[in-house]
């Protein structure tokens, strides 16, 4: 099997001991043979064990052949059973892996994706007044998630659960095989104690009045009240 002339093919012959005949014939009644076996071997079967996804943050990942004693080859491949992912860049790399028993080859072909890290936009607060209503935490990308003290549901930060001082909230992001989170500190302050200084009752037609109190930059409201002066006739009796 396999033979056409003095031609062995193993491919025709197939994978087993196949038993090669030679004859001789010398016309005057002597016939001489001799036979020899070979073995034809199946090609090995070679397999690339899966690769997740990886970060560009990452140094460096270790692939993994079947059978074992192979070799990797490609780009950014290193000591042939590394791939160098700070050296490749974000993208889908090509690698191959080939392996031999001594007498047959055979290879595999896999590729590596790397993921690109998100960048994160976190709006700063800065301070909040411990009695204000909840707000609405502003970030970028939008498919990420808040945390934190104060982080009631979702996107709002309630400062009336919180004590009064500095609190970390964080937003994190994963996009592929990369993680990121970004922090603020939003500050809780008290909310200010205001104190009217008292006014004497006034005659109708009295001088307007100078009001005043603190802490500075009060605004006053009332009848009769036009910026920080009380006029007793325009607010009547």
């Known amino acids: 099997i396999g033979v056409s002339g003095n031609t062995f093919t193993p491919s025709v012959a197939g994978v087993g001991d196949i038993t090669i005949t030679g004859r001789i014939d010398d016309n005057l009644g002597c016939i001489v043979e001799s036979t020899i076996i070979v073995s034809v071997k199946a090609k090995p079967v070679v397999t690339i064990n899966n690769i997740p996804d990886v970060c560009e943050t990452t140094t460096e990942i270790t692939l993994v052949g079947n059978p074992t004693a192979g070799t990797f080859t490609g780009n950014n491949v290193i ?25 047959c080859s055979n290879s595999a072909n896999g590729t590596v994706n790397v993921t690109a890290e998100p960048i994160i936009d976190f709006t700063e607060v800065g301070q909040i007044c411990k ?31 919180l004590s009064i001082g500095n609190h970390i909230v964080s937003y994190t992001v994963t996009a592929g095989a990369c993680t990121s989170t970004e922090t603020i500190s939003i500050e809780v302050v008290p909310a200010p104690v205001v104190a009217i200084d008292a006014v004497n009752d006034v005659c109708i037609d009295g001088s307007p009045i100078t009001l005043s109190a603190t802490p500075a930059g009060v605004t006053f409201t009332g009848s009769g009240v036009s910026g920080n002066t009380f006029t007793p006739s325009v607010a009547g009796v």
């Open 131 to 161: 009695d204000a209503s909840p707000i609405t935490l502003t970030a970028t990308p939008t498919i990420g998630t808040f945390s934190g003290d104060g982080v009631e549901s979702g996107n709002q930060f309630d400062p009336s659960t």
């Open 79 to 103: 000591n042939n059973d590394k791939f160098n992912v700070s050296t490749s860049g974000v993208g889908t790399h090509s690698i191959t892996y080939t392996y031999s028993d001594g007498v």
